[in-house]
């Protein structure tokens, strides 16, 4: 059976609002804002987040330099590089790395 004259039409434009429709959809579904994943900036939640971030990463800077100290080496900024460099990234992105420099070369 052929589809001629308004059913044709009607078919056609019909088959188009679909094809408009998913893809308004996925451009709807992909645009939209992404959700936050932690506290807001500035908030209790998020001060208290950053003051552990940093105390952690003070403290493993700590440990690093009396690493790098029983070694029997001088601590310095290229060696508290360097093992911030050993770090992996999983491990790099959970810390701050100024806080860890702080505390590597610290006293």
């Known amino acids: 059976m052929k589809i001629?004259?308004?059913r044709r039409i009607a078919v056609e434009a019909g088959g188009a609002l679909l094809v408009l429709g998913a893809i308004t959809?996925?451009?709807v579904a992909f645009a939209g804002d992404p959700k936050p994943t932690g506290p807001a900036e500035g908030s209790p939640e998020w001060v208290?987040?950053?003051d552990a971030?940093?105390?952690r990463s003070a403290d493993l800077g700590r440990v690093y330099r009396?690493?790098?100290r029983g070694r029997g080496q001088e601590v310095t900024d290229a060696l508290c590089t360097v093992e911030w460099g050993k770090l992996t990234n999983e491990?790099?992105?959970d810390l701050d790395e100024y806080a860890f420099a702080g505390g590597c070369r610290m006293s």
Request: net charge positive; charged share 30%; hydrophobic share 30%.
């Open 66 to 68: 009396d690493i790098i």
């Open 48 to 50: 208290q987040t950053v």
């Open 25 to 27: 959809g996925g451009i």
């Open 53 to 55: 971030k940093t105390r």
């Open 91 to 93: 491990k790099q992105a």
């Open 4 to 6: 001629t004259g308004r």
